[in-house]
C-alpha cells in the first residue's frame, strides 16, 4: 500500500508539473506578444510626435484643414 501511494503521489506531481509547464508556455508567448505591441506603440509615438513637431514648426493650420474631405 505504501507503493500505491507514493506512486499515486508521484503521478499528481507530474500532472501539477505538466500543467505548470504549459501555463508557463503560455504566459511566456503572451509576453512576447505583449512587448511587440509596446514596441510598435513606442514607434507610433514617436512618429507622432515628430509629425507634432512638424506642424508646430509650418505655418498655423485652419479648422478648415481638419474637415473630412465629404465637407
Known amino acids: 500500500m505504501d507503493?500505491?501511494?507514493t506512486a499515486r503521489r508521484l503521478e499528481a506531481l507530474e500532472v501539477?508539473?505538466?500543467?505548470?509547464?504549459?501555463l508557463l508556455d503560455h504566459l511566456n508567448?503572451?509576453?512576447a506578444r505583449q512587448?511587440?505591441?509596446?514596441?510598435?506603440l513606442v514607434r507610433e509615438i514617436?512618429?507622432?510626435r515628430e509629425q507634432a513637431g512638424a506642424a508646430q514648426d509650418g505655418a498655423?493650420?485652419?479648422?478648415?484643414?481638419?474637415?473630412p474631405p465629404h465637407y
Request: proline share 3%; charged share 45%; aromatic share 4%.
Open 16 to 22: 501539477k508539473a505538466a500543467f505548470a509547464e504549459d
Open 60 to 67: 498655423p493650420r485652419s479648422l478648415r484643414d481638419e474637415l
Open 29 to 31: 508567448a503572451l509576453v
Open 35 to 40: 512587448q511587440e505591441s509596446i514596441e510598435m
Open 46 to 48: 514617436a512618429r507622432l
Open 3 to 5: 507503493d500505491d501511494d
